[in-house]
């Protein structure tokens, strides 16, 4: 869990398993672009700091956080050894903002229940904008490596049982 205090870029590669081997599918959201491009290259950087060849990593864009869901049930598709879903959800004045977290959780959470292939969220829900920008690639590190590093995990996870 991330605290006020905590880099979220921050992890021992000694306790990374090898990832040579795994392709990765990452689902991003342009809304809110600023903030997402900022959590998709801290996964991207991440991957290939930990062995994921270039060729690899498959990206696609998505219009919203909430496109999210169906991106990546497509990407499952394309043979990935896990998705990371990246988007950026920022309050506003009306109940938007909590049907689209409620729902975009939810989705993601089925898609790790109904198939074989470990689906990572990456969502930023924030209150404000700064809080985004601090979590992706800010004062607090950047929440798109963290994703990267708990994908990996994942498909070690899931080639090993």
Known sequence: ???ENKNLS???KNTIPNANNFRFGIVVSEWNENITEGLYQGAFDALIDNGV????IIRWDVPGSFELIYGCKKMIEQNVDA???IGSVIQGETKHFDFVCEGVTQGIKDLNIITDTPVVFCVL???TMQQAIDRAGGKHGNKGT?????????ANLRSNN
Not at 146 to 154: G, Q, V
Request: aromatic share 4%.
């Open 10 to 12: 921050q992890y021992d």
């Open 146 to 154: 963290e994703a990267a590093i708990a994908a990996i995990k994942m």
């Open 83 to 85: 998705v990371i879903a």
């Open 1 to 3: 869990m991330a605290t």
């Open 125 to 127: 829900t924030d209150n």
């Open 53 to 56: 060849p270039h060729n690899s």
